[in-house]
């Protein structure tokens, strides 16, 4: 197996941990989720059902029933009037399962108490005269009620997985609503997988970009450094030409976008030359008619080499064109005034200028004002050249 495959096998292991990773953290999220909504429909149910069994513990002690009646029948102790009364409350008050009268002192604080004891939970009433004036002292009403029965009567949805659960305590907070109901349902996976698959696809456009990114500026430096051990002048040469078409454009006014693009262009311009012979790059004489054409081809060379990166589609044609004269008479293309890109046409002055003033191994450079001298009467755009020169003269 050789390294490539390796490192697809290694790409594909990475994808499928990450996905791993993020299906489960969505289903931690989503689960959370759930259980959040399961338990606010936990509280309210048994807020709605606590609810019921006050309205309906309500109804019987404020006089839906025959308070006098069951007063005199509980001080008389007449059984079968008793009898009768519980099954009068029994089909009004559907919730409750018996009736006793149980040996208990009623503190008249309230009509009536709801309590849970061993399981069950109880609401015990004071037995009172229509105007609650006059209580039996020491015995009250007792029905134990079936929330459960209730809550199936009443609140409970067919679909619904709640239950209820008594637990010991006094009073009304004894009544749990406990949802039975499995927290991870299909749809959650299905959601988690989705967000699974949607971060696994940001993650890997990410990675593509940086990766295409990293490549670029790691292979461009590479060549770069290259081309800086071939001819050691064009190294240099190259960064100084883009600072000085930098500084041009943004005399221009050009956006730092713009000013980025020529800067590239700048340090690229030449990097061409790494397909041309040492021995004429570095020739100290002058050049042959053939060893000037095979020099000339560098602008194409570089335009090859640029193009390769997707994201330098326009550094590569300006390096294409950076000497395109004004007149026709620059190469590869011949091309003249405007169709000549702007970019390039600054590239050149640049160009030319760091030439000029820069000593070479077969003559000392010129000095600027002879060299602006000398670039007023070439093909160059003058306006350009004027804005160097007004720059140096200052
Ligand atoms: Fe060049």
Not at 77 to 93: C, D, G, K, P, V
Not at 334 to 363: H, M, W
Request: proline share 2%.
């Amino acid at each position: 197996m050789d390294s490539s495959h390796v490192i697809c096998l290694n790409n594909k292991l990475v994808n499928i941990i990450i996905f791993l990773i993020i299906f489960i953290l969505s289903l931690f999220g989503l689960h959370q989720l759930n259980s959040d909504r399961i338990s606010e429909n936990e509280d309210l149910t048994e807020n709605a059902l606590h609810a019921f069994i006050i309205s309906n513990a309500n109804g019987v002690s404020n006089g839906y029933f025959q308070w006098d009646e069951m007063l005199r029948a509980v001080l008389n102790n007449n059984q079968a009037q008793l009898n009768r009364y519980e099954n009068e409350i029994t089909s009004m008050f559907s919730m409750n399962d018996d009736m006793e009268i149980i040996e208990k002192r009623f503190d008249g604080s309230a009509l009536y108490d709801i309590i849970t004891r061993d399981g069950t939970t109880y609401i015990e009433f004071g037995i009172f005269d229509s105007n609650a004036d006059f209580y039996s002292p020491d015995q009250m009403i007792r029905f134990s009620i079936d929330p459960q029965n209730i809550f199936d009567q009443t609140l409970s949805n067919p679909k619904s997985k709640y239950h209820v659960e008594i637990i010991d305590s006094s009073g009304i907070e004894g009544i749990r609503v406990i949802n039975t109901e499995k927290p991870l349902q299909l749809f959650h996976y299905v959601s988690a997988f989705s967000l699974a698959l949607l971060g696994l696809f940001l993650i890997q456009s990410f990675r593509q970009f940086s990766i295409t990114s990293h490549y670029e500026i790691d292979g461009l430096s590479n060549i770069v450094m290259l081309l800086s051990k071939k001819d050691s002048y064009t190294a240099e040469h190259s960064i100084e030409v883009a600072n000085i078409a930098v500084f041009i454009a943004s005399q221009l006014g050009y956006s730092k976008k713009e000013q980025r693009t020529l800067l590239k262009a700048g340090h690229l311009h030449d990097i061409g030359k790494i397909g041309i012979s040492e021995s004429i790059l570095n020739k100290s004489g002058k050049l042959l008619y053939e060893e000037y054409e095979e020099i000339k081809k560098h602008s194409l060379i570089g335009y090859e080499i640029v193009s390769h990166f997707p994201n330098l589609k326009e550094v590569a044609l300006i390096v294409k064109h950076h000497h395109e004269l004004l007149d026709g008479s620059g190469y590869p293309d011949g091309l003249k005034g405007s169709e000549i890109p702007f970019k390039s046409q600054i590239l050149n002055v640049a160009d030319v200028f760091n030439a000029l003033t820069t000593d070479r191994p077969y003559r000392k450079g010129f000095d600027k004002v002879q060299a602006f001298e000398i670039m007023a009467q070439m093909p160059l755009n003058q306006e350009l050249v004027t804005i160097l020169r007004t720059h140096y003269k200052k």
